[in-house]
């Protein structure tokens, strides 16, 4: 039974750029939540994607979107990429009512 | 004012030891509270569960007092292996699509031989 799966596994972009990050969730699960941990920092949640929707939303700028595909993996994309981007990428999947969130790897992205 | 705060780290201590954690957190809506494990350079894994009559798994014990809004963990007899950060984690949601955790800084754990 395959866990959650993230690529890539690191990263490194210079100011300016764009990124995008991909992420399979744990099998049978339907739920994607993305979540940011700086260094020294606990993960901060990003957004949550149900039925290829963003169900909610935390306090990050319009410059980080996703997607959510029928298959239920998904997509984080930082444009305008800052220095204060750098940082370690969670994806996380549950399902349905489940409140249990599994991670992933993470990718870890430094922006130069 | 964080949503979830945490003692602050490092906690060092000698193999064989009981260590405890304690964390707060700010909204009395939150629904369901979490202890993460998080080794170095690795993703946060789910140490256990937080329920309020107070829950055990081996020498883990995690305690709730929502009237405080306190959460706590105890390691005893400490290991070599259960060095790490554990992370204080609150969900605000209600399960699916409205399910959104709220991480704790985290404390970091050294156990020394």
């Not at chain 1, 100011?15 to 969730?25: A, D, E, F, I, K």
């Not at chain 1, 606990?42 to 319009?62: A, H, S, T």
């Not at chain 1, 410059?63 to 305008?80: D, K």
């Not at chain 2, 957190?25 to 509270?33: G, I, L, P, T, V």
Request: proline share 5%.
């Amino acid at each position: 039974d395959a866990g959650v799966t993230q690529s890539p596994t690191h990263l490194i972009k210079t100011r300016g750029q764009q990124v995008t990050l991909r992420c399979s969730p744990k099998s049978g699960h339907d739920t994607v939540s993305w979540y940011q941990q700086a260094l020294g920092q606990g993960p901060q949640f990003i957004f949550q994607y149900y039925e290829e929707e963003e169900r909610q939303r935390g306090n990050f700028p319009d410059r980080f979107s996703g997607h959510q595909f029928p298959n239920y993996s998904s997509e984080l994309n930082v444009n305008a990429l800052l220095l204060g981007d750098s940082a370690l990428y969670l994806c996380a999947s549950s399902l349905g009512a489940e409140k249990t969130q599994y991670f992933g790897p993470g990718t870890r992205l430094l922006v130069l | 004012r964080k949503e979830v705060e945490q003692d602050p780290g490092p906690f060092n201590v000698p193999e064989g030891a009981t260590v405890a954690f304690n964390c707060t957190y700010s909204n009395s809506a939150s629904q369901s509270f979490f202890w993460y494990r998080q080794d170095c350079r690795k993703e946060p894994k789910l140490l256990m569960s937080v329920y309020s009559s107070g829950n055990e798994d081996g020498r883990f014990t995690a305690q709730l007092n929502r009237a405080s809004q306190y959460i706590s963990l105890l390691i005893r007899d400490s290991k070599l292996s259960d060095s790490a950060t554990y992370l204080c984690v609150v969900n605000k949601g209600y399960g699916g699509a409205t399910n959104k955790l709220i991480f704790g800084t985290g404390t970091l754990l050294a156990v020394q031989p």
